[in-house]
């Protein structure tokens, strides 16, 4: 329970106790992060680059890329949208500690292979 406070039987009435807020930031915004990190995976180049730029990104750094984007939208999903259910709230303990241990051990990736980072 270290990533959160919040518990389903305790205070829930938090910034994102309305169902408006809960489904906009814990499903549009973590699918659209989601859907760029897969895509990259997916076309192995990062789409918002200019054409002339895309000869200098390799294929791990498309990669790495790839994957802090899908971690970073299945944190905010797991965080923002099972955090306050009464039965799930477990697993979303459990998601948000695999995404972010995936968010971070990319970057540790990315920084020891010299990408640029640090």
Do not use: N
């Not at 200098?56 to 899908?70: D, H, K, W």
């Not at 099972?82 to 039965?87: Q, R, S, T």
């Amino acid at each position: 329970m270290w990533l959160g406070s919040r518990h389903p039987q305790g205070d829930v009435e938090g910034l994102f106790s309305s169902p408006a807020k809960k489904w906009g930031v814990g499903i549009v915004v973590a699918l659209t992060v989601v859907a760029y990190g897969l895509v990259t995976l997916v076309l192995r180049r990062p789409l918002w680059l200019p054409s002339g730029e895309l000869d200098r990104v390799t294929l791990t750094e498309s990669v790495c890329l790839g994957i802090v984007c899908t971690s970073l939208g299945a944190f905010v999903h797991f965080r923002f949208f099972w955090e306050d259910h009464p039965v799930l709230w477990r697993f979303s303990q459990l998601g948000q500690t695999i995404s972010l241990l995936a968010f971070l051990g990319t970057l540790g990736f990315m920084a020891v292979k010299g990408l640029g980072l640090l």
